[in-house]
């Protein structure tokens, strides 16, 4: 039997998709969580065949979870906004429900992941499945990058989601990159945007200044300089910001305790202050 994690920040709309999932059959909820950092903590201890996962959610939206989200697990959108679907398509998702969820529909979707569980079985017994990519934490990112590093003042031309767009990016722009399975999502300032690669973390590692650029977790690389502040919200929630039109980051504990740990051995002059990790 399938498990499945429920991520709504509607309580009826878990309710709903629980239900749908016991009438369907051959699938077991085994949490239903309202929010970005809940499921975060979840995904720490336990590890679903599949998350259904909304995408506006109050303070974090479905696509920020994506990078806490196993490989060997599947991820299905379930939202009322079609809009959503060439990013959550281009990030990895399996599939891609609209609200209200009709049961054919889900049983369609079940199979697929029935299908997919199968082939993850088989892949198994033939090479061992790595924990996730790019996770050489420790060594962080000089471990990858070449003799040929890119400067800030370079630009790369990278690929967009949507087939043959491409965009330019200047390197020292780069506030942070955030590895979402096949693709990333990078931080820009001037002006403060996000934009959705269709390019691997390794890849980026392997062009970025190793002395201006930090492996923060498995899946998020920072230039440390461009940190303008960091505030402890929670446990679970710091949120760091580097520039006033771009939209700040949300990051774990364990993500906090290592900007903690750069900050402080003076990569930039950031006081760290605000970065309070004691109560963590």
């Not at 609209?98 to 199968?118: F, G, Q």
């Not at 017994?125 to 990858?144: F, V």
């Not at 996000?194 to 498995?218: A, D, Q, T, V």
Request: glycine share 8%; aromatic share 4%; net charge negative.
């Amino acid at each position: 039997m399938l498990s499945a994690l429920l991520v709504d920040d509607e309580r009826p709309a878990n309710e709903r998709m629980r239900s749908l999932l016991t009438a369907q059959g051959g699938i077991e909820v085994i949490g239903a969580v309202g929010s970005v950092p809940e499921a975060r903590s979840l995904l720490e201890t336990q590890r679903p065949d599949v998350v259904f996962l909304d995408v506006e959610m109050p303070g974090a939206t479905g696509l920020d979870l994506l990078p806490s989200v196993p490989r060997s697990t599947q991820v299905v959108f379930v939202t009322a906004h079609e809009t959503y679907a060439v990013n959550a398509f281009a990030a990895g998702a399996l599939d891609y429900l609209v609200k209200p969820v009709d049961l054919e529909r889900l049983s369609e979707t079940v199979r697929r992941l029935e299908k997919m569980a199968a082939l993850l079985r088989l892949k198994a017994t033939i090479t061992p499945e790595p924990d996730d990519q790019d996770e050489d934490i420790d060594g962080g990112i000089a471990d990858h990058a070449s003799t040929t590093a890119l400067g800030l003042t370079d630009t790369i031309t990278l690929p967009l989601p949507e087939k043959g767009q491409t965009s330019v990016v200047t390197i020292g722009d780069i506030c942070w990159i955030e590895g979402m399975r096949n693709f990333t999502r990078v931080g820009l300032k001037n002006p403060g945007r996000i934009i959705l690669f269709r390019r691997r973390l390794g890849e980026w590692e392997r062009e970025l200044p190793s002395n201006l650029f930090e492996r923060l977790g498995k899946s998020l690389v920072v230039q440390a300089a461009t940190i303008h502040e960091t505030e402890w919200r929670s446990r679970d929630e710091t949120l760091v910001t580097f520039t006033d039109d771009l939209e700040p980051l949300v990051i774990g504990r364990s993500t906090a305790l290592r900007l903690r740990e750069i900050l402080t051995r003076g990569t930039t002059g950031l006081d760290t202050a605000g970065l309070d990790t004691a109560g963590m």
